[in-house]
């Protein structure tokens, strides 16, 4: 069994920047990819980036490319998702979730270990 904990949200003026960390228990995390993805009220879960196990490849939504880095340290079981230029449409509950396998997946169908998720708010 895999768990998976985000960490990192907040409330933030619009420009701003938030960390969101996903702490994961489990040795074999370091052997898959995993994505970020949000869901803000009333909407539906959506792709946000995704990182292929050894960090070697990204990809991005469109709308978080040159504002978002997704990053991964395989020794601390841990991914990043460095945000900048905040926007108040990035405001949603943001989810870390494992891939099944170890490339890039950007459909929820793909992803089989989901964390609790963390809450950001960016105000205009």
């Known amino acids: 069994q895999v768990q998976l904990e985000e960490s990192g949200g907040g409330l933030v003026q619009a420009g701003g920047s938030l960390r969101l960390s996903c702490a994961a228990s489990g040795r074999t995390f370091s052997s898959y990819a995993v994505g970020w993805f949000r869901q803000a009220p009333g909407r539906e879960r959506e792709f946000v980036a995704a990182?292929?196990?050894?960090?070697?490849?990204?990809y991005y939504e469109d709308s978080a490319k040159g504002r978002f880095t997704i990053s991964r340290d395989n020794a601390k079981n841990t991914v990043t998702l460095q945000m900048t230029s905040l926007k108040p449409e990035d405001t949603a509950v943001y989810y870390c979730a494992r891939a099944l396998g170890s490339g890039i997946y950007y459909g929820q169908g793909s992803y089989v270990y989901w964390g609790q998720g963390t809450q950001v708010t960016v105000s205009s």
């Open positions: 990182i292929s196990w050894d960090g070697g490849r990204t």
